[in-house]
């Protein structure tokens, strides 16, 4: 049955002359109503070809208008051709503009410069959830959305833009998870004294001998300057003097979060900070919380930044991760009476000396638990207890009430 089905349907097919007249008398036989078939006429009106006279006048009005405002441009080429037809559209003039008048600007082969200006523009923009490439193009020359989307993904999928980064930083991570939890560290030192600008890098000179660098909240303790060097100079073979040396500081922290997070922790970091020449010692000395603050110190010292509490508790969670020397938390956590876990004291006072000095200063990791990962401590019961980023008694359960409701804020 299925058979003669398929016959009877190849039976009225019509032949191929019919489907594919030959000439226009065939072409209009089969269409005439007496033979059977339907008449359909198909009108196709194409714009009039452009004259000479036309494209002068779009090439001086597009550069009167930036190469852009293309309606604008329309309604003054008709303006100026005292309405003679053909009227233009801005899509007309646009096209005209870019595909012929323009071709070899706009699709020009993309160069290291090129390259370099697309990576300031994308670097400039609020993350990948804010990005628009049709501001990106206005503001590159001569340059469409399309291509200029086509040209990120073409860099993106090579490693030879900002993975170089990625690469340097997975590397020393990798090796020495510590490093990544002074790159966590270095971001805070640097963007708490006078914003996010890398001073915190700068190298004393004659004129200045003690930077932000050298200051007590940052020497000895403060790591991770041998990432940022190696990760700039890789950038800067793919991408020159684009990146900022403030950018690679909260890129570094970003992806070393990423890693010791087990790629758990994935932010979006925008880009687009400049770099700072003023770097002093009382910068830091006035800006940094010293260890021994307490929640309310800690909280008045984030207000002063325009942060609030969950900020605070967020930086506190932190430091979940690395390495902390004992001068920094004996007094009020070891030789006071606080609530940190037997076990993880008793390891303490074995490790660290009663009175610690400058010559006798040994570090001991800051989480029992997970030493060489960063985790939700603050979200996990005891855990706390375990970790020495916090306050002892009454302020541990603060800081857990802010990330639980069902801990009472209260001892």
């Known amino acids: 049955m299925e058979l003669q089905g398929l016959e009877q349907e190849a039976a009225v097919q019509p032949p191929a002359s019919a489907a594919f007249p ?9 269409a005439s109503p007496t033979s059977g078939g339907k008449r359909i006429v198909l009108r196709i009106r194409l714009p009039p070809a452009w004259t000479p006279e036309e494209d002068a006048c779009l090439a001086r009005l597009a550069a009167e208008n930036g190469f852009r405002h293309w309606r604008r441009v329309a309604e003054s080429m008709a303006a100026a051709r005292s309405g003679r037809r053909p009227r233009r559209s801005p899509g007309q003039c646009r096209d005209r503009w870019r ?116 200051s007590p909240p940052n020497f000895p303790s403060l790591r991770g300057f041998e990432v940022i060097d190696a990760a700039k100079d890789a950038v800067e073979k793919v991408c020159p003097g684009v990146v900022s040396c403030a950018d690679i500081v909260a890129f570094a922290a970003r992806d070393a979060a990423y890693f010791l997070s087990r790629f758990r922790v994935k932010i979006n970091v925008p880009g687009g900070r400049l770099d700072g020449r003023r770097s002093l010692d009382s910068d830091a000395r006035n800006n940094l919380p010293p260890p021994n603050f307490n929640v309310n110190q800690l909280i008045g010292a984030f ?55 400058s010559s006798n200063d040994p570090t001991v990791n800051q989480d029992a638990v997970t030493p060489t990962r960063s985790t939700p401590v603050l979200q996990e019961r005891g855990g706390a207890q375990k970790s020495l980023c916090f306050s002892p008694a009454s302020e541990t359960k603060w800081l857990q009430g802010r990330l639980d409701p069902g801990i009472a804020l209260n001892g």
């Open 22 to 30: 030959s000439s226009a008398e065939e072409a209009a036989a089969a």
């Open 99 to 214: 595909d012929h008048l323009a071709r070899d600007v706009y699709h020009r082969p993309f160069t290291a410069d090129d390259d370099a200006e697309l990576a300031r523009l994308l670097l400039k923009r609020d993350g990948d959830g804010e990005r628009s490439w049709k501001d990106i193009s206005r503001a590159a020359y001569c340059r469409t959305s399309r291509g200029m989307r086509r040209r990120w993904g073409e860099l993106r999928d090579s490693d030879a833009f900002l993975r170089k980064l990625w690469d340097e930083v997975k590397k020393f991570v990798y090796k020495d998870a510590g490093v990544g939890a002074g790159l966590i560290r270095l971001v805070f030192h640097d963007c708490f004294v006078e914003g996010c600008d890398g001073s915190v890098l700068l190298d004393p000179t004659p004129a200045n001998p003690k930077p932000e660098k050298l």
């Open 303 to 357: 207000a002063a930044k325009g942060l609030d509490a969950e900020d605070m508790v967020v930086l506190s969670g932190a430091h979940t991760v690395g390495r902390s020397h004992c001068s920094s938390f004996v007094s009020d956590r070891v030789a006071a009476p606080s609530d940190i876990n037997g076990g993880f004291a008793n390891f303490l006072k074995q490790r660290c000396p009663a009175n610690p000095t």
